[in-house]
């Protein structure tokens, strides 16, 4: 069989220990089609959304109700997004599990860092143009972290929200923000992140010598995983719009009070955890900002993991990193638990 | 094996697709209102096509749901939908009353007074309690006299000129004399922000529709549809029932200061009513009390007062006259009339230009009664429309003294046997 155009995007063989689903979990993939879903489902909604704070709520009940197929639309287009979030986490507590960010890769794991954060705030632009009740909340106290930070914190927030609170300008800077500048940076970062995959040698593998397993799978086989992991993503995704709707919540009105039960979206909660700690800067700007930078810094300042030991999970080599990754992992996870409590 | 978990993959997809598909064929079809006086297009009826027209006054295709109602008007899911409309069930609460029924077209802001309903009704004793509020406070020394000072909610009137221009809210945990704390926590259960007692003898809304909403029909026997609280109605033909729920239902025991509901559930009127007074003329309880009773009197005039006394003016003698003079009467000429326009919300009686009314002392029309060629009255029952015929004291064999007018001194000859 000659290759397709979908098969030339696929090195022609890779080894077959590490293209195993227990190896890769499937997450980079994974997370390139939920990308896919996610564009082609956000220009869907798109045709029917109206970036300003009267119209906002009103058009995506619009789309969610009275447009055919327009809930199931952006049902999908949540469900991708909080998906993509998964399952970009997993891969990258797969590559640091695996060592697989051993040089030459270090390039490529910053890149992949950078898609993390566009994805967190992607979902988070996303979230705030709902523009209802439900994102009150999280969208002042987000945006009044941004004033927290010493000297600049001030112009920073005049430059996010327009103004001196959130209005029409913050709306359609979220939206700008939203569907062209973060979504142009992600395209980029994803493109120049899967050819750095290529340039740095396909999947991390230990030198020929060093392997065990010298059997490769083909291209043709590499894509019919793809293609098994798709179709079952697709239905899982489907199942989720159908059954279990995105929320919203009623539009937000100038004379509505704030709602009591205000919660952060779920991949803020740990922040929102911290925050009741008090010093907004601290809790809700460095701690979060410094996780950051313990993470980016892996490939750089933990003993490297070996040549020898790629291609599997827990190598010996960069154990430090792996149980300083487990443990924030753990603590963000903590965190989000003790968020949902209820407040006693 | 491979093949194989790809064939399973793509049947779970076209299974989820036929799901979704199925799952989109179950929703409702949208039905689409753009009400007249909103131009919004609302999606209210997808759900509630079934509901009864709430009133001549307010069509369906004129006010739409949301104008009165609030709520998402776009949303087909029911939480969603539902999470901002005003009062939940009951938007003429006095809590939202001016969102939901205000307005100066329709019925607060006007420059005619007597339009005014919600401004009127909130001074209105039945809202403010002030006159129970005053007398027990009086009876149990914490305050020198019957004067009001407190109500159920605070409320100013600079422009009140019944000596009362404001109220401060009655706070039964500041009282520091238990009777009186015990009435504010045991007794308030009848003005018309109180959520009334358990029972289905007591069922009413709040607000405007405590009375405006038939709860309570007077054979008893609809308690289901009572039960389910779900009466979408608006009418001025209160049957007397609905007056019970508040009115006639109990005492209050002054020794325990609890409020003591009756036990039995009337049925037959005649003999089950009025307690605690013994007498009554046949009127009292062949009649509706609206039928007599005016909107002044049972929704206020704007001014703020102690005791019903100072509101409820209307005598035996308003409908019935003296030995010496008719009741009070007007010829309509002007179209405009305040009759013609309280006759189109009730049409019981088919009033022209040239018939002559009653009207009460205050100038407020009996629209219901018209003097008859013979001299005699025809009464229309608001709630009803049974016809009754009545004469003037005038030339009659009267024993009344016209400067005793309270119900005591008529029952004296004119009470029913019972």
Known sequence: MRPSFFHHLHPPTIPAKQARFRYTLAAGGLAVFLMLVLLVTGILEMFYYIPTPAEAGNSIQTLTFLVPYGGLVRNLHYWSAQFLIIVSIVHLLRVILTGAYAPPRQLNYLLGMGLLVLAILLDFTGYVLRWD??????????????????????????????????GPATLIRFYGWHIFGMTLAAGILVAWHSFRVRRDGGIAVPPPPLREDQTRITRFELLRREILAMLLASTALLLLSVFAPAP???????????????????????????????????????????????????????????????????????????????????????????????AS | MRRYFLLVASFSLLLGLLITAWQESRHPKPIALTPTLTGQVEYCLTCHADLAEISSSHPVNTFGCVLCHGGELLALDANLAHSTMRGGKNPSDFSVVLASCGGTNCHSGTAENSRNHIQRV????????????????????VQPDLKAVLGEFAIRVPESTSGITELAAFNPTQETNPFVQAFGHNCLTCHLSALPLTGSEYIRYTGCSACHTPTQSPDRTDTEKLQSNQIHKLTTAIIYTQCDTCHNRGNYNLRTMTFEPRQDLPIDRLHDYYQPIAQFTSCEWMLDCVDCHTRTEAMGDGNLYSVKKDIQYLQCKTCHGTLTDLPQTRTLTDPNDLAFRLVLLNPVIDLNLGDTLLITEKDEPLWNIRVLPDGTYELFGKADGQRYVFRPVKGSACLQDPDRQDSGSCHECHSVER
Request: charged content about 10%; aromatic content about 10%.
């Open chain 1, 248 to 342: 919203l919540a009623a539009p937000i009105t100038a004379s509505a009070p704030a709602s009591e039960m205000a919660r952060a979206p779920w991949f803020f909660l740990w922040v929102q955890q911290m925050l009741k700690l008090g010093n907004p800067f601290l809790w809700g700007v460095v701690v979060p900002l410094a996780v950051l930078v313990l993470f980016s810094l892996i490939p750089y300042i933990f003993p490297k993991p070996v040549k020898p030991e790629l291609g599997r999970w827990f190598p010996k080599s960069n154990r430090i990193a792996q149980a300083l990754a487990l443990l924030i992992l753990l603590s963000i996870i903590t965190l989000t638990l003790l968020a949902l409590l209820p």
């Open chain 1, 133 to 166: 009740e439900g994102i009150r909340w999280a969208l002042v106290t987000g945006t009044n972290l941004v004033k927290s930070i010493p000297l600049i914190g001030n112009a920073l927030y005049t430059m996010l929200v327009g103004g001196t609170q959130p």
């Open chain 2, 122 to 141: 909130t001074t209105s004793i039945q809202a403010t309690y002030a006159g129970a509020i005053a007398n027990i406070r009086y009876t149990f020394g």
